[in-house]
């Protein structure tokens, strides 16, 4: 397993005053330009040495120079999970709900998720490698055997769940209460999806609910508070011991499924409902921000929408990124059993509904969760998602990078719709180093700015080729400095930690180069295929910011785009113009040679 280097502190500088130059006018940069002079030649120097002290002490463990720092950046936020780290997937899935029973459909879903599950936790998913043959570090698979998020003082940490196939199960949330159905006999192996089908139809069943202590909250309720108002009132409630041995059964669970059946076409929606990529929106939205549809402290809760047929999953961002969920899905996938489903008039015809969770609460509790969870809903509620399809520039057959187009039709929007540039985040996996998560790449560029620039005002065929060209070597030569450790933020951010173990002030992260830089106005990211996820959803980083996912389908661009209403502002021109964008690149692209 490759270990992640220390870049050379001069060659992270340079490429920082790169990638800091599109955001700063003339003069900004000019004293950011000092500022990193002084840097380079002062406190940068014990800063560099610290850290490379540190990685040679946590690579012999097993980490990188990053763990820490990474983990605790996820550890320490403050706000609830879904409005800031985590996130909604719509998966893929590959077979049809269409005129099949509702819990044959989730029995599908939920016996071959936790056939995935299980092999990884029994050792019998082999190790990944990348395209290149490169061996994949195995540590995010971690989330398959379960575990939680839990909520202290200042920062969170992992209670992880039990690295043992044997007698497991997994939560399914239905109406609001806690499901615990059985995957795995004590041999740990997996029960039939037959088994599981009758628990799910026993539960589907089970209108009049199941006991809940004096209380209809939902049983997700606390896991919607944030930070420390969290932690304070989780350790209220488990002063109780039935309600710690609960949290243990939540801990302990393989994952989640969330089971609904609201009709997203007309469920308080527009009279005329919804249809096509407006239902996916809606769909995914729910699944990202909406209350209720996950225990957000867990790695995992998949979602299977019965009415519509959908399947998604909501992730909690501490210990995996996407590319360990792709694998994931596509051995769900593999798993998928063929044939036909299980016909829901052979199940049993006495099957008893599976044992609930409930938590037991004080009247002055549950009034303090009711007020929480709307406060919640309040935050929650200007959070929009909207899918937006345009045509893809890039002829049939041409060699160019698809990731560098997207992303030069993103910073066009940018640029026409509010006249500047600024900062634009693109996630690149890094799970080929030991303890590998994810690098930033700074996709505005000098070259891509400029080439923006000039389809704005329409080139020559002669000026849009070279300023093309120059644009894809800028990009390919910052693609390969993420993957080879070179990156700019994570170097960045080590120097930050490095400086406060050694006292020292931090006068470059206090520049208002590194701010603009590190401020993302676009966060976005993409998976690059379709197979196992079609999009995500996910909060803005930033206030006013906008989130995207985007992925080329067929001879469209699909791009995900999610902002916050009360403050995001000329959204429908964003959008507008990301049409426009890959208009203007056509041609050029098209001439490439």
């Not at 500088?13 to 940069?29: G, I, K, N, V």
């Not at 809940?212 to 989780?234: C, I, K, N, Q, V």
């Not at 308080?268 to 407006?278: K, R, V």
């Not at 640029?415 to 590998?436: I, L, N």
């Amino acid at each position: 397993m490759k270990l992640l280097p220390v870049p050379p502190l001069t060659e992270t500088l340079d490429r920082y005053l790169t990638a800091a130059s599109p955001l700063l006018s003339a003069e900004e940069f000019d004293r950011t330009e000092q500022v990193v002079r002084d840097y380079a030649e002062g406190l940068g120097k014990p800063a560099q040495a610290e850290l490379e002290r540190f990685a040679e002490m946590e690579n012999a463990e097993g980490r990188s120079w990053l763990s820490a720092a990474w983990l605790k950046g996820y550890l320490t936020v403050r706000d609830p999970l879904p409005l800031s780290t985590s996130v909604g997937f719509r998966l893929a899935w590959p077979t049809s709900a269409e005129g099949t029973p509702a819990a044959a459909f989730a029995a599908e879903v939920l016996h071959a998720f936790a056939s995935a599950h299980l092999a990884y936790v029994s050792g019998e998913v082999a190790p990944e490698v990348t395209p290149r043959g490169e061996p994949v570090d195995g540590s995010q698979r971690v989330i398959m055997a379960g575990g939680i998020r839990r909520p202290h003082s200042g920062q969170d940490d992992i209670e992880p769940g039990p690295w043992d196939p044997r007698s497991r199960d997994v939560g399914v949330l239905w109406q609001g209460r806690w499901y615990a159905v059985s995957v795995s006999d004590s041999d740990g192996g997996l029960l039939s999806r037959t088994a599981i089908q009758a628990d799910l139809q026993a539960i589907l069943d089970d209108a009049a609910g199941a006991d809940h202590a004096g209380t209809a909250l939902d049983f997700t309720a606390p896991s919607y508070r944030g930070g420390d108002h969290a932690a304070a009132a989780l350790e209220e409630l488990l002063e109780d011991e039935a309600n710690r041995r609960t949290h243990n059964r939540v801990r302990d669970a393989l994952f989640v499924l969330h089971l609904s059946d609201e009709d997203l076409a007309a469920d308080g929606l527009a009279a005329d409902g919804l249809a096509g990529d407006a239902l996916e929106a809606e769909f995914i939205r729910r699944v990202a921000f909406e209350p209720g549809r996950a225990w957000t402290w867990k790695p995992l809760t998949y979602q299977v929408q019965l009415r519509h047929g959908l399947v998604a999953l909501h992730m909690e961002h501490s210990l995996a990124d996407g590319g360990t969920l792709l694998g994931l899905v596509a051995e769900a996938h593999a798993r998928v059993e063929t044939g036909e489903r299980d016909d829901a008039t052979g199940l049993p015809q006495e099957s008893r509904t599976p044992d609930t969770l409930a938590w037991r609460i004080s009247d002055a509790q549950e009034a303090e969760l009711e007020a929480d969870l709307a406060a919640y809903r309040d935050r929650a509620a200007p959070l929009h998602v909207q899918l937006v399809r345009v045509p893809n520039p890039i002829p049939t057959g041409k060699r160019i990078s698809a990731d560098a187009v997207l992303q030069w039709v993103m910073l066009y929007a940018q640029r026409a719709t509010y006249g500047r540039v600024r900062s634009t985040y693109e996630a690149v996996d890094m799970r080929e180093y030991q303890a590998g998560r994810t690098e930033c790449l700074r996709a505005n560029t000098p070259a891509a700015v400029a080439l923006v620039e000039a389809l704005l005002d329409r080139p020559d065929a002669e000026e849009a080729a070279t300023l093309l060209a120059t644009a894809l070597d800028a990009h390919r030569g910052w693609v390969k400095n993420a993957k080879a450790g070179n990156g700019v933020d994570r170097h960045l951010l080590g120097l930050a930690e490095a400086a406060e173990r050694l006292g020292d002030a931090t006068p470059l992260h206090d520049d208002e180069g590194y701010r603009r830089l590190s401020t993302d106005f676009l966060s976005t990211t993409s998976l690059g295929t379709r197979d196992a996820v079609l999009r995500c959803a996910f909060a803005p980083t930033s206030a006013g910011g906008i989130g995207l996912y985007y992925v080329v389908d067929g001879d469209e661009l699909e791009f995900t785009v999610i902002h916050r209403r009360d403050e995001a502002e000329r959204i429908e021109e964003f959008v507008a113009n990301l049409a426009i964008g890959a208009e203007r690149l056509a041609p050029v692209l098209a001439a490439h040679g």
